[in-house]
């Protein structure tokens, strides 16, 4: 079955440190991969996106992600965190999997942040 | 432009009871996915409603259904409440741009905390 791997369940990073988050999927087939973001409290938004083109992809609040495709890898980085990036990050696959009527996203677990100041 | 919201935000209910949740897209969007997310099993997608058609399904059971309506706003019904049901169910909106469903990008509402007792 398709899926959707997100390596770490909870990173606790101190401010000024530098984040990667691994996101692997498990399809053959065409896909657009995404990153979000739940910040506490708040709605889930996205934070970056990779259609085509250039696999080193920019997205908001200076994050960004690199798409490889022959390691299926999608992972998320960020130079260096501060406290405001304390959220749960959610990588998601948009694919179209075999008897379905279109696309579907599908998200890993998510990665929960915390950042000490 | 006013985002996706959802209604209501905080429900209780009790085993064997039913329930509706409401969703309206934001406007111009014409699909509608749905979402139920746990701590255990993160985001898993229950169905996407297209031009009042389901377009999609997850791997629920029957007693999660849902429909669209002619001016894209959505509702979602669980019949027979189970313990196991209470989490965040979220809605999301897309705008299909190109007559694909690979390049939406979903945007989501704040959610229903469906709590069963």
């Known amino acids: 079955a398709q899926s959707v791997s997100q390596h770490n369940h909870h990173v606790i990073l101190s401010e000024a440190a530098s984040l990667e988050l691994g996101c692997n999927y498990s399809?053959?087939?065409?896909?657009?991969l995404f990153w979000y973001v739940q910040y506490p409290g708040q709605h889930l938004q996205l934070l970056l996106k990779?259609?085509?083109?250039?696999?080193l992809v920019k997205g908001i609040k200076g994050f960004e992600a690199e798409f490889i495709k022959s390691k299926f890898s999608f992972n998320l980085r960020k130079p260096s965190v501060q406290w405001s990036d304390t959220a749960e990050y959610f990588c998601?696959?948009?694919?179209?999997?075999?008897?379905?009527?279109?696309?579907?996203?599908?998200f890993g677990k998510g990665t929960k942040l915390s950042v000490i100041p | 432009k006013a985002g996706v919201t959802q209604t209501p935000r905080y429900l209780i209910k009790t085993r064997g009871q039913q329930v509706t949740l409401s969703c309206s897209p934001i406007?111009?969007?014409?699909?509608v996915s749905w979402y139920q997310q746990t701590p255990g099993q993160g985001l898993q997608f229950l169905f996407e409603?297209?031009?009042?058609?389901?377009?999609n399904k997850g791997n629920f059971p029957g007693r999660f259904s849902g429909r669209q309506f002619s001016n894209s706003r959505s509702e979602m019904n669980v019949s027979t409440l189970e313990l196991g049901d209470s989490a965040l169910y979220l809605c999301?909106?897309?705008?299909?741009?190109?007559?694909?469903?690979?390049?939406?990008?979903?945007?989501f509402g704040p959610g229903t905390r469906l709590t069963v007792l």
């Open positions: 999301a909106s897309s705008l299909e741009k190109s007559g694909t469903s690979l390049y939406n990008e979903q945007f």
């Open positions: 399809y053959g087939g065409t896909v657009n």
């Open positions: 998601a696959v948009n694919a179209h999997y075999s008897g379905a009527g279109s696309y579907q996203l599908t």
């Open positions: 990779y259609f085509s083109g250039d696999p």
């Open positions: 409603y297209f031009s009042e058609t389901q377009r």
């Open positions: 406007s111009g969007h014409r699909s």
